[in-house]
T-cell receptor, first 113, second 114 residues
Framework: AQSVTQPDIHITVSEGASLELRCNYS??????LFWYVQSPGQGLQLLLK??????LVQGIKGFEAEFKRSQSSFNLRKPSVHWSDAAEYFC???????????FGAGTRLTVKP | DAGITQSPRHKVTETGTPVTLRCHQT?????MYWYRQDPGHGLRLIHY???????DKGEVSDGYSVSRSKTEDFLLTLESATSSQTSVYFC?????????????FGNGTRLTVT
């Protein structure tokens, strides 16, 4: 089965600084990749997804992610973080004909004023 | 936001008692899922449904059963709750098969088994 690793459990950045959250996946074919965000006490919300085509995908709230097949990575980026971006972020990978989408353990983002 | 309602939002129960969690959707989506969220594990799929009366197991299905008698409702049952089932449970829905269709999540049910 496919799997996802998010190497960073917790990241702290200053407001206005750039952000990169790492995601590495394991899957033998072309994966379907997602980033979700979870605010405290809420369910997950889709930020962006990659299925095929352009390897740089744009999402909501100013986020983008780049698919790098050679590195099995799908890192999430934002040029300038806002205090409201503080949340937990999950990377997920889907596989063809498999409804068991696999999630990473999550990265908690703290934003310093 | 997708119309997904989970009930109850919080529940405390004792070991050995049966528990049923409910997920109700107003989107008429074919696929429905139950996940559990635990620190260090992210979300793990328990069971999912691809239509009325059509369900299948996920990664962590032991100790859980599900039923879907109507498109809009998906029930998760813990036949005899154990402390290891203390978790936050999320229902999700999608229009198409989950691997290529974004999931829309409910706000979760926090279950504590004492």
């Amino acid at each position: 089965a496919q799997s996802v690793t998010q190497p960073d459990i917790h990241i702290t950045v200053s407001e206005g600084a750039s952000l990169e959250l790492r995601c590495n996946y394991s899957y033998g074919a072309t994966p379907y990749l997602f980033w979700y965000v979870q605010s405290p006490g809420q369910g997950l919300q889709l930020l962006l997804k990659y299925f095929s085509g352009d390897t740089l995908v744009q999402g909501i709230k100013g986020f983008e992610a780049e698919f790098k097949r050679s590195q099995s990575s799908f890192n999430l980026r934002k040029p300038s973080v806002h205090w409201s971006d503080a949340a937990e972020y999950f990377c997920a990978v889907g596989a063809v004909n498999n409804n068991d989408m696999r999630f990473g353990a999550g990265t908690r983002l703290t934003v310093k004023p | 936001d997708a119309g997904i309602t989970q009930s109850p939002r919080h529940k405390v129960t004792e070991t050995g008692t049966p528990v049923t969690l409910r997920c109700h959707q107003t989107e008429n989506h074919r696929y429905m899922y139950w996940y559990r969220q635990d620190p260090g594990h992210g979300l793990r799929l328990i069971h999912y449904s691809y239509g009325v009366k059509d369900t299948d197991k996920g990664e962590v299905s032991d100790g859980y059963s599900v039923s879907r008698s109507k498109t809009e409702d998906f029930l998760l049952t813990l036949e005899s709750a154990t402390s290891s089932q203390t978790s936050v449970y999320f229902c999700a829905i999608s229009e198409r098969a989950g691997y290529n269709s974004p999931l829309h999540f409910g706000n979760g049910t926090r279950l504590t088994v004492t």
